[in-house]
T-cell receptor, first 110, second 112 residues
Framework: QKEVEQDPGPLSVPEGAIVSLNCTYS??????FMWYRQYSRKGPELLMY????GNKEDGRFTAQVDKSSKYISLFIRDSQPSDSATYLC??????????FGAGTRLTVKP | DAGITQSPRHKVTETGTPVTLRCHQT?????MYWYRQDPGHGLRLIHY???????DKGEVSDGYSVSRSKTEDFLLTLESATSSQTSVYFC???????????FGSGTRLTVV
């Protein structure tokens, strides 16, 4: 079993839909949780960063962490075609050991 | 990507040859990382550095070595390239170990 599991998709939604992306993990020591967005043939870019449990909102993006269930989510409201990308979850227990999910490919259709 | 550049962007090399990939940053960040990205595996850490001449192994370090003689440069060397090392390699930097990473644009390496 991988430490971080992420459904690879692909996920296709119409423009304006609410998108839910999820990851599960097995290491209860993870405390730092991140979401990255990666466009085709580009490097990942940091979208959201949260510490421990709870919610964090930034514009159309909301990150949720449920440590009791070992489950994290990223919600995208009013999705746009420009949101089409691969979304990677990432998490770490120690300050120097980041674990990434394999990524979910999202397409938002006009 | 602002502040971090990788070279070359693409490379094709033969099995058994040494290959060096370069990561250069202008952000003066302490931490630098090398990852490889493969379908179904996501990003896996090869080596990282927490200062000049201070490096450590990551999850998939076999067959790779690194050097960091200056804050701004982090080199990844494949000592004798194999086909299993065909991958996209990303360098990342971070100001502190608590923060998120800034990634370069990647090097697409093919070993034939």
């Amino acid at each position: 079993q991988k430490e971080v599991e992420q459904d690879p998709g692909p996920l296709s939604v119409p423009e304006g839909a609410i998108v839910s992306l999820n990851c599960t993990y097995s290491n209860s020591a993870f405390q730092y949780f991140m979401w990255y967005r990666q466009y085709s043939r580009k490097g990942p870019e940091l979208l959201m960063y949260t510490y421990s449990s709870g919610n964090k909102e930034d514009g159309r993006f909301t990150a949720q962490v449920d440590k009791s269930s070992k489950y994290i989510s990223l919600f995208i409201r009013d999705s746009q075609p420009s949101d089409s990308a691969t979304y990677l979850c990432a998490m770490s227990a120690r300050l120097d050991d980041m674990r990434f999910g394999a990524g979910t490919r999202l397409t938002v259709k006009p | 990507d602002a502040g971090i550049t990788q070279s070359p962007r693409h490379k094709v090399t033969e099995t058994g040859t040494p290959v060096t990939l370069r990561c250069h940053q202008t952000e003066n960040h302490r931490y630098m990382y090398w990852y490889r990205q493969d379908p179904g595996h996501g990003l896996r850490l090869i080596h990282y550095s927490y200062g000049v001449k201070d490096t450590d192994k990551g999850e998939v370090s076999d067959g790779y070595s690194v050097s960091r003689s200056k804050t701004e440069d982090f080199l990844l060397t494949l000592e004798s390239a194999t086909s299993s090392q065909t991958s996209v390699y990303f360098c990342a930097i971070s100001e502190s170990a608590l923060g998120g990473y800034t990634f370069g644009s990647g090097t697409r390496l093919t070993v034939v």
